[in-house]
């Protein structure tokens, strides 16, 4: 799920690195070799897509082929005539045909140690050789071989470093198929401060990104994908944005529907069927009532506000007692205002409530489709 980086964020995300200092006025251009790349980088992580596009006449289907490490122990060193690979890293291949996925299989290089040369030309460097391995079964991966032409940029305080490639392939100008049109997109971010990218909740973010591209039909694991990038910008931040975007996408994980107010308290499935939703001073109240059994459900949310814990005054009655979420520890409650905003509110909601006596109850697949 997670995109290739776009060139706009590329320098959204160098941005939060940059020092006060301004940089050193320099024309590297003059030089053979930029001293800005020289030294050791650590992977933080790759991303490539190469796409085969055939025109009218063509009848050879469209193939999108997605590859993306899923973790790593991998650096390459950089000095004057030659870089050096150096470690081991996995990645997830995965190829649509005509939009449908078609496979999607896990590759290991282990024990990498082979050095290339390179050359730079101003803000572009030319790898004799692709620093990543990728052989695959999934096609047009040998695309990502051999040499490569690869922009790069260097962040101010001289700590991140990031390769990326768009480039289209024709008949034309490349030992392309006639009548098929190649689209590679390649990124790859590297640190020479890992501590900056060691995040503990990384590694859990991926292992469920990683089931739910195995089967994204499946709502629960989208919800837990969904769970582990809101917790990931929590404990780690989002410096390019990225990961909000991923969880925009994800969006409700299909389980919204118009007119919808409904939450498993517990056991029970609870719907909310009688609501009153009113809207005063840019914030929107809500007030739903089952219509068996004494239970009950109200809360606030800004108008334009969306993003985790967006809530105010969140009280729900189950079986007669009022329950409010409960704060102590890590992530107990969570409330993601999905829209709220042109007379649409959408969100939802999860975790643990207490009563006034301090017996909990815990809450499920929460759901707000409502009007207001």
């Not at 030992?175 to 790859?188: A, E, M, Y």
Request: glycine content about 6%.
């Amino acid at each position: 799920m997670k995109k290739i980086v776009s060139l706009c964020c590329l320098f959204v995300l160098l941005s939060a690195f940059n020092c006060d200092n301004e940089p050193v006025d320099f024309d590297f251009s003059v030089l053979d070799v930029n001293p800005k790349l020289l030294g050791q980088w650590y992977l933080v992580e790759f991303d490539s897509e190469v796409s085969s596009l055939p025109n009218t006449d063509n009848q050879s289907a469209t193939t999108e082929t997605r590859i993306f490490s899923t973790s790593s122990d991998y650096s390459i060193f950089f000095d004057e005539n030659s870089f050096r690979v150096t470690g081991e890293y996995t990645y997830n291949s995965r190829l649509k045909i005509n939009g449908i996925e078609d496979t999607s299989n896990f590759y290991t290089n282990e024990d990498v140690d082979y050095t290339y040369g390179y050359s730079v030309d101003n803000d572009e460097v030319i790898f004799q050789e692709y620093p990543f391995d990728i052989t695959t079964q999934e096609e047009n991966t040998f695309y990502l071989q051999g040499e490569q032409k690869n922009s790069f940029v260097v962040s101010e305080n001289g700590e991140t470093l990031i390769f990326f490639q768009d480039e289209t392939l024709t008949d034309s100008n490349a030992p392309v198929p006639d009548g098929i049109t190649i689209t590679k997109r390649t990124s790859s971010i590297w640190t020479k401060d890992f501590t900056i990218f060691s995040c503990d909740l990384r590694d859990a973010t991926r292992q469920a990104e990683i089931a739910y591209n195995q089967s994204n039909e499946d709502i629960q694991l989208c919800l837990d994908y969904r769970r582990a990038l809101e917790d990931q910008i929590l404990e780690c931040g989002d410096p390019d944005g990225s990961i909000s975007d991923t969880i925009e996408e994800l969006g409700n994980c299909g389980l919204l529907s118009a007119d919808v107010l409904r939450v498993t308290a517990g056991l029970q499935n609870i719907d909310f069927a009688n609501k009153t939703i009113s809207y005063s001073n840019e914030v929107i109240s809500v007030y739903g009532s089952a219509l068996f059994g004494n239970h009950n459900l109200s809360f606030e949310v800004p108008e334009y506000v969306t993003g985790i814990d967006t809530f105010l005054n969140f009280v729900i009655k189950v079986d007669g007692v009022d329950y409010f979420p409960y704060y102590p520890g890590v992530n107990n409650f969570r409330f993601n205002t999905l829209i709220s905003s042109n007379f649409s509110l959408n969100a939802v909601f999860e975790g643990t409530v207490i009563n006034a006596l301090g017996e909990e109850l815990t809450l499920s697949v929460g759901i707000i489709d409502v009007n207001y």
